[in-house]
């Protein structure tokens, strides 16, 4: 049976595990991840795991019902801030400017902020309620989920390269000319 992303993230966070407890080295956590990450059936996954003794196996979705992402009770909320986090300090910076020119001129000008605030206010609401009705906090989430899992990896890169170099395995890495 195909596994789903799931399944392969499930699999990288018990190599992780491993790797934490001291049950695999970086060289063969690396390897095991690369191929767990390639990895396209329950059976390639399951081996990556056989030999650990503390491994928990690829959680196996039933046919036809996908994997559930993961519950984060906040994820509605950090989006609507997101969303909204520029319209709040912007408005009220306009609005004191209004004040305070209105001040120095002595009485209240035109409420000249209500175009900067109506106009862009009435664009959020909109992006808001699609947005929501869309699920577009899951799918914020997700991509930014994504986005940290790459710098991971990355982060996880350099370590074993950084590793491999200190064990002789592999040459220092040549400093990169800085342009003029």
């Known amino acids: 049976m195909r596994a789903a992303d799931a399944d392969r993230q499930t699999v990288a966070d018990a190599l992780k595990s491993a790797l934490d407890e001291g049950r695999l080295d970086l060289h063969e956590y690396d390897e095991r991840l690369q191929q767990a990450y390639a990895a396209k059936t329950y059976g390639e996954l399951d081996t990556l795991l056989d030999d650990l003794p503390t491994a928990v196996p690829a959680q196996r979705v039933a046919a036809g019902v996908p994997a559930a992402p993961p ?3 906040d994820v509605t909320r950090r989006w609507l801030l997101h ?10 910076i306009t609005m004191v400017i209004w004040v305070i020119s209105s001040l120095a001129a002595g009485d209240p000008l035109y409420f000249w902020p209500i175009w900067v605030a109506g106009p862009w ?15 577009e906090p899951r799918k914020w989430q997700t991509k930014l989920d994504k986005a940290e899992q790459k710098k991971q990896l990355k982060r996880q890169r350099k370590a074993l390269e950084a590793e491999a170099i200190a064990r002789g395995e592999l040459p220092p ?3 990169k000319k800085k342009s003029a």
Not at 83 to 92: D, E, I, L, N, R
Not at 121 to 130: D, F, P, R
């Open 71 to 73: 519950v984060r009770d």
């Open 83 to 92: 969303v909204w986090s520029s319209y709040v300090p912007t408005v009220a």
């Open 173 to 175: 890495a040549k400093p």
């Open 121 to 135: 206010g009435l664009v959020l609401i909109w992006q808001t309620v699609a947005g929501l009705s869309q699920g």
